[in-house]
Antibody, heavy 119, light 110 residues
Framework: QITLEESGPTLVKPTQTLTLTCTFSGFSLTTSGVGVGWIRQPPGKALEWLALIYWDDDKRYSPSLESRLTFTKGTSSNQVVLTMTNVGPMDTATYYC???????????WGQGTMVAVSS | QSVLTQPPSASGTPGQTVTISCSGSSSNIGSNQVFWYQQVPGTAPKLFLYKNNQRPSGVPDRFSGSKSGTAASLAISGLRSEDEADYHCAAWDDSLSGPVFGGGTKLTVL
């Protein structure tokens, strides 16, 4: 059974760097074809894809946020880490990590972690 | 402004059939498969349809999907109160090398 869980700060000040960790189980990010993505959802708004990382360390970023994002494998083999620099109020959202399924869909999602950006 | 366009709301009475539309472009829906996610308020999205019309295990056959050109739709027949949720369409976008989402449609069962 695949599970994912996001963790990180609930409150970040403007201009600071946000670091989010996704801890997963039930799959290995070393297995060919496997990927993990980050998606966010501002309160009352649409889902927005942020980044993807694949088993071979290939990374894809949303063009609108690419300059502020870094997605890496964590120090533990079952973790990935997303870093977002220079945050602002518009980055206030629930951040989800999700497993990339066989059909390039996000077939399993974490429960999400809410992040507020405020001074 | 989402890349894919959905109506913000839809509604129906129990037993009715409701259809939710999703409009995109040649770089996303026009050349890739469409996915649909169901999101009950306060919870994470859940994959409901993949490859335009395929249902993951556990999704009732009352839910069906279709795609034509740069548009897709989700149909829910025999509407039930537990179907009340937000529905999001998504598709891979070749120009972004990543997925794009619709704005979501809030389904209300009257």
């Amino acid at each position: 059974q695949i599970t994912l869980e996001e963790s990180g700060p609930t409150l970040v000040k403007p201009t600071q760097t946000l670091t989010l960790t996704c801890t997963f189980s039930g799959f290995s990010l070393t297995t060919s074809g496997v990927g993990v993505g980050w998606i966010r959802q501002p309160p009352g708004k649409a889902l927005e894809w942020l980044a993807l990382i694949y088993w071979d360390d290939d990374k894809r970023y949303s063009p609108s946020l690419e300059s502020r994002l870094t997605f890496t494998k964590g120090t533990s083999s079952n973790q990935v880490v997303l870093t977002m620099t220079n945050v602002g109020p518009m980055d206030t959202a629930t951040y989800y990590c999700a497993h990339l399924g066989d059909h390039d869909d996000f077939d399993v999602w974490g429960q999400g972690t809410m992040v507020a950006v405020s001074s | 402004q989402s890349v894919l366009t959905q109506p913000p709301s839809a509604s129906g009475t129990p037993g009715q059939t409701v259809t939710i539309s999703c409009s995109g472009s040649s770089s996303n829906i026009g050349s890739n498969q469409v996915f649909w996610y169901q999101q009950v308020p306060g919870t994470a999205p859940k994959l409901f349809l993949y490859k335009n019309n395929q249902r993951p295990s556990g999704v009732p056959d009352r839910f069906s999907g279709s795609k034509s050109g740069t548009a897709a739709s989700l149909a829910i027949s025999g509407l039930r109160s537990e179907d009340e949720a937000d529905y999001h369409c998504a598709a891979w976008d070749d120009s972004l090398s990543g997925p794009v989402f619709g704005g979501g449609t809030k389904l209300t069962v009257l």
